[in-house]
């Protein structure tokens, strides 16, 4: 199990950007796939971005390709996801998770990962 931490959120206006920090401890964090999750008031948790452990390859929801970018920095024990262009429809508690075992076909669902951080507030202003 490993314990995760996030930061970075805020309020920012339309346009704007905001990079968001998960640490993890406890853990040997390289065999971890990371990801991040949202979720917006009275809506389900949703997938954002991922980056699977054993390909390094990152996989991003439809609606943030080419304006989010998920990076991880295994000497920090860290991710990070810098948000670009960032739209009202992305307000939400964003969420980091991790997961040693998952398998890809459930890199996408909350359902695939242990461990959660406790969720950073990112709030963008129209």
């Known amino acids: 199990q490993v314990q995760l931490l996030e930061s970075g959120g805020g309020l920012v206006q339309a346009g704007g950007s905001l990079r968001l920090s998960c640490t993890a401890s406890?853990?040997?964090?390289?065999?971890?796939?990371m990801a991040w999750f949202r979720q917006a008031p009275g809506k389900e948790r949703e997938f954002v971005a991922a980056m699977f452990r054993n390909t390094g390859r990152t996989y991003y929801q439809d609606s943030v390709k080419g304006r989010f970018t998920m990076s991880r920095d295994n000497a920090k024990n860290t991710i990070y996801l810098q948000m670009n262009d960032l739209k009202p429809e992305d307000t939400a508690v964003y969420y980091c998770?991790?997961?040693?075992?998952?398998?890809?076909?459930?890199?996408?669902?909350?359902?695939?990962?242990?461990?959660w951080g406790q969720g950073t507030q990112v709030t963008v202003s129209s």
């Open positions: 998770a991790a997961d040693d075992t998952i398998i890809f076909s459930n890199m996408r669902n909350t359902r695939g990962y242990d461990d």
């Open positions: 406890g853990g040997t964090f390289i065999r971890y796939t």
